[in-house]
C-alpha cells in the first residue's frame, strides 16, 4: 500500500493540478481550463495524493444534483501505480461526499482507460449505463456506487 497523504486543496492549486493531469492525460491542459470547468459548479473538490511529500495523484469532482458527486477526474503518475494511490483518492472522495450528505457517486470512463474500469469494479460501483460521447466519438461506460443503505 503506497500509505500516500490525501490533501483536499482549493483551487489556488489548479496549476498543480493541470500539471499533474497532464503527465497522465493528453492533450495538456493548464489552470485556466480547470478554474473555466469548476465555474458555477457547487461543492468542487480537488484531492492530491503525496507519497514521500511528492505529489503523485489527483482527483476531482463535484455535485451532478443534490444527491448525486460526480467524480470527474483521477489520476496518478506512472511512477506511483499499483500502490493504491487511486484507491486512497477514491476513498477518500467517498467519505468526503458521504460526509456531505450525497447518496450516490458516480463516473463515466472510456472503454480505453483499462485499469480504471478494473478499479471500478474492485471498488464495488455498478455498471449504470452507456453514453455516445461526441466529443470523443467513443461510448462512455457510466458507474454508480450507493452511498446509503
Ligand atoms: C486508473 C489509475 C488512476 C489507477 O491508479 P493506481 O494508483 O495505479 O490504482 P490502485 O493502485 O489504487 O489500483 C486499485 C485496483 O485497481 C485495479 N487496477 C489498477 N490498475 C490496473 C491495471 N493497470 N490493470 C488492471 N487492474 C488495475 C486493480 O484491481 C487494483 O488493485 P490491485 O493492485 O490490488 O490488483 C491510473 O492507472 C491512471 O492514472 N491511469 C490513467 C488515467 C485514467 O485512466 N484515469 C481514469 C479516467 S478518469
Not at 494511490?85 to 470512463?109: K, P
Not at 483499462?114 to 461510448?139: E, F, Q, S, V
Amino acid at each position: 500500500m503506497a500509505n500516500a497523504k490525501i490533501d483536499v486543496v482549493g483551487q489556488a492549486e489548479l496549476p498543480l493540478v493541470a500539471d499533474l493531469y497532464s503527465q497522465v492525460f493528453k492533450p495538456a491542459r493548464d489552470a485556466a481550463h480547470f478554474r473555466r470547468r469548476f465555474l458555477g459548479r457547487y461543492n468542487p473538490l480537488i484531492l492530491i495524493a503525496l507519497v514521500d511529500e511528492k505529489p503523485a495523484g489527483f482527483f476531482t469532482g463535484f455535485e451532478l444534483k443534490p444527491d448525486v458527486f460526480f467524480t470527474w477526474l483521477v489520476g496518478v503518475l506512472p511512477d506511483f501505480r499499483r500502490a493504491g494511490v487511486a484507491s486512497q483518492l477514491i476513498e477518500a472522495g467517498q467519505s468526503w461526499a458521504q460526509g456531505h450528505g450525497y447518496e450516490t457517486l458516480r463516473f463515466e470512463c472510456h472503454n480505453h482507460h483499462r485499469a480504471m474500469l478494473h478499479m471500478a469494479i474492485k471498488h464495488g460501483y455498478d455498471i449504470a449505463g452507456l453514453r455516445w460521447d461526441p466529443d470523443h466519438a467513443a461510448n462512455l461506460v457510466i458507474f454508480e456506487k450507493s452511498l446509503v443503505g
